[in-house]
């Protein structure tokens, strides 16, 4: 798998490669990371968009891609003054 992960935020800047992708189906691990990414971002689970999306997840309704890199590389625009 090919990847891309880009910051919209001045300064600009990413990280992009290739790598191995392990696909995970089991509900009780997707809802773990999915608690950990809304933690991340969101700062709780009480959010309605977290409760929706790890209820539906409960179901075996959602998949994890995990990326294994083989290459990467970064990049950044600095800021322009």
Known sequence: MYFSVDDVNITYKG????????????????????????????????????????????KGNHVVLEISPKFFSTWEFPKVQ
């Open 15 to 58: 990280v992009k490669g290739k790598g191995t992708t392990t696909i995970i189906e089991d509900p009780k691990r997707t809802v773990s990371y999915g608690e950990k990414i809304y933690m991340k971002y969101l700062g709780t689970l009480d959010h309605p968009v977290p409760k929706m999306i790890l209820d539906s997840a409960k």
